[in-house]
């Protein structure tokens, strides 16, 4: 299905991401890992055969203009970008510093940003090139003690919109999927430091209708349809993969 794209997928150090790049190289896509975590995209590299490491930080404009340029220039081209790399934060707005809100938006808002920016060029000049962002759920209903995370994925929607109309003639499809509550590492970080996590759990799946967490498979399956041929006429959408918590 993805047969002879290449696709950049950001955040594939770990949860959705991986699940993600995984989920191309099995449909046959050509993928550039890029993270932070370095050693985490190597150690993915090595289990996806072509695969191309690129460890930057999503935050910082030129190294991401240079990790894009180089896995242009490896893979001769680029069809598709997924943003996936972005960071939570639990805090009362009253305690959230300046520096706090500025490295949320920094990463969720201003990572996608970076990378879009870069890679426009070489999406606008293949054939029927896609971008697909991941906000988050919480960027359509608001959560209590995230205000900065909250607004960097509505922001994050809203680029997706507003891009997706300003290259709809000549450039990329641009979408974005608004998971829910996923069981990753940034999930487990969130409840597993409560006075009692189970109860903090509990708390978490009792969000959504279906009363429970989804998977990264989940989301990596939303990804798929938006970054594949099945979804030609689709741009500017909003995918709620949340197990029905935004829409009540
Ligand atoms: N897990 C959930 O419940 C959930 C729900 C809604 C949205 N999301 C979103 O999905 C995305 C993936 O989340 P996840 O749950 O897989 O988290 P995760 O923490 O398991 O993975 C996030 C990955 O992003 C990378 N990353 C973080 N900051 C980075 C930076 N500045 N530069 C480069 N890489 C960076 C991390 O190293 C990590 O590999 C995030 O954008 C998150 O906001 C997650």
Do not use: D, H, K, M
């Given at each position: 299905m993805l047969k002879t794209r290449r696709i950049l997928v950001s955040g594939?150090?770990?949860?959705i991401g991986e699940a993600i790049a995984r989920l191309f190289h099995a449909r046959g896509a050509r993928v550039a890992l890029m993270d932070r975590n370095g050693p985490a995209v190597e150690r993915l590299a090595e289990d996806l055969p072509g695969a191309l490491a690129l460890p930057c930080d999503v935050s910082d404009a030129a190294g991401v203009a240079a990790a894009v340029a180089r896995s242009v220039e490896t893979m001769a081209g680029l069809d598709g970008v997924v943003n996936v790399a972005g960071v939570d934060l639990v805090r009362d707005f009253a305690t959230t510093t300046p520096e706090d809100w500025q490295r949320v938006m920094d990463v969720n808002l201003g990572g996608p940003v970076n990378i879009c920016r870069a890679a426009l060029p070489a999406l606008c000049a293949a054939e029927g090139a896609t971008i697909v962002n991941i906000a988050s759920a919480a960027g359509l209903r608001p959560l209590a003690q995230r205000t900065a995370y909250c607004t960097s994925k509505a922001a994050l929607v809203m680029f997706t919109k507003a891009l997706a109309l300003e290259v709809a003639r000549n450039g990329p499809r641009v979408n974005v999927v608004c998971p829910g509550i996923i069981d990753t590492p940034m999930l487990r970080v969130s409840y597993e430091h409560a006075a009692d996590p189970a109860a903090a759990y509990r708390e978490i799946v009792a969000r959504p209708a279906m009363g429970r967490a989804g998977e990264p498979a989940d989301i990596a399956e939303a990804a798929l349809y938006l970054t594949g041929?099945?979804?030609?006429?689709?741009?500017?959408t909003v995918l709620t993969v949340d197990g029905g918590r935004a829409f009540h």
């Open positions: 594939a150090g770990s949860g041929p099945g979804s030609g006429f689709v741009t500017g």
